[in-house]
């Protein structure tokens, strides 16, 4: 036998082998290196002795190594012990093959439970060990020149560290040519390669230049733009043809198999996910199918991965309500209970006035439209999840059968387990304070780069507790429940309500409410007396409170259809840190042109500089009038670029399927006539080229394939603009002086769209 000897690294990345695992490790001088752990998957069968016996039958047929153990596990629901069949198999491959046909065969009435776990996730959850794990692994050179293999580990680190180290990474980043838009809804262009701040531009040969790229860099990571859905497909394709590899990864056969692209429906929308293309000992993450990335930067998806047990590659093409459920899973099988692998909770009955009463949501009230000055922001933490750990709000405890004297949810009437604590707190309450931690060292650094790195994980923590709440109503969450869901808002409905009176009672009047937020105001406060208040308001909530800011002024804005009439989430103000607010306005909605979002926010700055109503008004006449006027200008002469005026659309149909001209359908078939294969949710660009025309093919182009130089709808785009301004524009100051109806564009030529 060989000599065991230690080594120290960050566990990079786990991946299936025919007998075990091949684990990663990236060392101190960012050397990468592959090592085999010995790890058998698992699963678990329940059913009286006939039951087993068919379960049996169809394992006899598996010619891999399948190993048997009688135990018993804890059923979630009603908490009791039951006697199951432990099934492991140290062929990995294998393992979810076997899951797939006993799940095709379970009209023999057996149950299988903590069947569909990743085995990598599985990995994880069972070694202690995580993603990005710092660890010593004493290892041991195989006779054969294969993977050295793991005889023991210890760990180095923590999941819930605050301040963990990281090896050294060499990023590499590759995309193409001609503007951060999808490259297949345009025609090819250069492929652009930067690493170690060198950038390169790769118009022949590209299969060679990147091997070559890749030998000579050996980086740890490939951000791409549109990788998944465009480069690497056409990449790989390019490499087959010419009868070369392309080793994005670290081995002969570098990629992982890839999931197919979908479209799926979710939270009233269509929504669509591109294919996936993972790469065995180096990462591959697209920017643009990412987003924790785009929300949260690298950072914060290395955060999640390690709390998660998700590897960073999968974590970043996954959902933050993914990660929840990942970390729900690691504390069931932790509290050894079976995962059943269907959700098999459903709603309870309820009359149509029980419905009325529970199915309510969020408490929101309705802004009086308007002004306001010296305006404080009352902001509960993380209400939800609070109240959900607080309460003990999970599916198990919510709706108690053995608790008779229970405590009851508020209007809802359902009584909540004192007996047990729920699987729901026991997982979110380390996130919580976890969180809570880097909002406080966020306040106490000075290194601004320090800063951003604590802001963009406090940020994943934020979106994994806002999925918390959304998975604990949502019909397939493996945890969830609608009972527990509605609990939780009614618990936070009699929070606002609290809070509401108990800041009218200290004499501040009470503007607006939304869900978790308050806006008030008092005569002669100041922001110290306004922080007092909601010390207050804690005490007599007992949920964490703080005050987000206080204004110098915000504006509510009216609905469209009434002006009388406030909408709830359609604000913008500036705090007294110069820091601006905004919700609900054009500025924010993916499909407003760039030049308009531009110019709002352009304006949006000089009005941030307002102390009051007066000074508002004064900025609006001497220094917003001429930003509005230099880009009206512009676009009534023509002058603006395509990608100025692209409007982002999302398919909601098959575009065969369109039953109307509209632009947006008419601009999908375009495409696709094209050659370009589009499907539900995805995204497309279009530029409106003539918005009153006949013929639909005629309104609106695609973006990547418009001819130059080409007219574009000045009229359209004028009023979208306009819309824009109106929002800022307190009474109607730009309005009357650019007089838009005196200003005909009828008989005017249209705008033409020229290279510059």
């Known amino acids: 036998m060989s000599e065991r000897s230690p080594i120290e690294g960050w566990v990079f990345d786990v991946q299936e082998e025919a007998r075990g695992v091949g684990l990663w490790l990236v060392d101190g001088q960012g050397k990468a290196q592959k090592f085999f752990y010995p790890f058998r998957p698992y699963f678990y069968i329940a059913g009286n002795q006939s039951r087993l016996e068919a379960a049996m039958r169809v394992l006899n047929q598996w010619k891999v190594p399948i190993f048997l153990e009688r135990v018993e596990k804890r059923e979630f629901y009603s908490d009791r012990a039951i006697p199951c069949l432990k099934v492991s198999t140290d062929s990995p491959r294998a393992y979810s093959k076997i899951v797939k046909a006993l799940t095709a065969a379970r009209e023999g009435g057996f149950e299988l439970y903590t069947c569909d776990i990743p085995v990598a996730q599985l990995f994880f959850i069972e070694t202690g060990m995580f993603p990005m794990a710092r660890v010593v692994l004493e290892v041991e050179e195989a006779a054969d020149g294969s993977s050295p293999l793991i005889h023991s580990f210890s760990l180095r680190d923590s999941p819930w560290e605050l301040d963990y180290s990281l090896p050294p990474l060499v990023i590499m980043e590759i995309e193409m040519e001609g503007g951060r838009g999808n490259p297949s809804h345009r025609p090819m262009g250069k492929l652009v390669v930067k690493v170690d701040g060198e950038e390169l531009v790769i118009e022949e040969d590209p299969i060679s230049s990147l091997k070559e790229i890749l030998s000579r860099h050996a980086p740890h990571v490939i951000l791409s733009r549109w990788g998944d859905s465009y480069l690497m497909p056409n990449l790989q394709r390019l490499a087959s043809a010419s009868g070369e590899s392309l080793p994005f990864g670290r081995e002969p056969w570098g990629y992982v198999p890839r999931k197919r692209g979908r479209s799926y429906f979710t939270y009233g929308r269509i929504l ?31 955060e999640l991965s390690r709390l998660s047990k998700i590897p960073v590659q999968r974590m970043a093409r996954t959902s933050t309500g993914t990660c929840i459920s990942a970390m729900q899973v690691e504390r069931a099988i932790k509290d050894d209970y079976l995962i059943p692998l269907k959700k098999t909770q459903v709603e309870e009955f309820k009359t149509a006035d029980e419905l009325l009463t529970t199915d309510k949501g969020g408490l929101t009230y309705k802004p009086v439209p308007g002004f306001y000055e010296e305006v404080a922001e009352i902001d509960f933490a993380s209400m939800y999840p609070t109240l959900m750990a607080k309460f003990n709000l999970s599916p198990e405890t919510v709706g108690c059968k053995c608790c008779p004297d229970a405590p009851r949810v508020p209007e809802a009437g359902f009584r909540v387990c004192t007996r047990r604590k729920g ?127 206080f204004y110098h002024w915000i504006s509510f804005l009216p609905s469209r259809q009434d002006p009388k009439i406030g909408v709830p989430a359609r604000f913008f103000g500036v705090f007294d840190t110069g820091k601006l607010k905004v919700r609900g306005l054009m500025v924010r909605k993916r499909d407003t042109p760039p030049f308009v979002k531009k110019a709002l926010l352009e304006i949006l700055e000089i009005l941030s500089r307002a102390g009051d109503k007066r000074e508002y008004k004064v900025l609006l006449e001497e220094a917003v009038q001429p930003v509005v006027e ?91 603009f306009m819309d824009a301004i109106r929002e800022v524009d307190l009474d109607g100051v730009l309005e009357s002086r650019l007089n838009p109806e005196d200003e005909s564009t009828e008989n005017q030529p249209q705008g033409f769209i020229t290279y510059r």
């Open 630 to 720: 230099t880009t009206m200008e512009k676009l009534m002469e023509g002058r603006m670029e395509p990608e100025e005026l692209s409007i982002l659309k999302r398919l909601s149909h098959d575009p065969l399927q369109y039953a109307h001209g509209t632009m947006m359908a008419a601009v999908a078939q375009e495409l696709l006539a094209r050659g370009v294969q589009l499907m539900p949710g995805e995204s497309i660009q279009m530029v409106i080229t003539d918005a009153s025309a006949k013929d639909p093919s005629s309104r609106a182009r695609a973006l990547g394939f418009l001819d130059l130089p080409h007219t574009y709808d000045r009229s359209k785009y004028r009023e979208i």
């Open 423 to 549: 699987l729901i707190a026991k997982t979110i309450e380390p996130l919580l304070k976890k969180r809570q931690r880097y909002k406080e060292k966020i306040k106490s650094t000075q290194d601004p780069i320090v800063q951003e790195i604590y802001r963009r994980r406090q940020t994943a923590h934020k979106w994994c507790l806002v999925t918390t709440f959304g998975f604990l109503g949502y019909r397939n969450a493996r945890f969830g429940k609608i009972e527990a869901h509605e609990s939780t808002t009614a618990w936070g409905r009699e929070m606002l309500l609290r809070a509401k009176e108990i800041v009218e009672e200290r004499g501040y009047r009470f503007i607006h409410g939304l869900t978790d937020s308050l806006w008030v105001k008092k005569e002669g406060m100041k922001k110290e007396d306004y922080q007092e208040l909601t010390k207050i308001v804690e005490e007599g909530t007992g949920i964490p409170i703080s005050l987000e800011g």
């Open 272 to 302: 669509f996910t591109a294919s996936s293309y993972i790469f065995k000992g180096r990462w591959h993450l697209d920017l643009e199918n990412s987003f924790i990335i785009k929300e949260c930067g690298l950072e914060g998806l290395i």
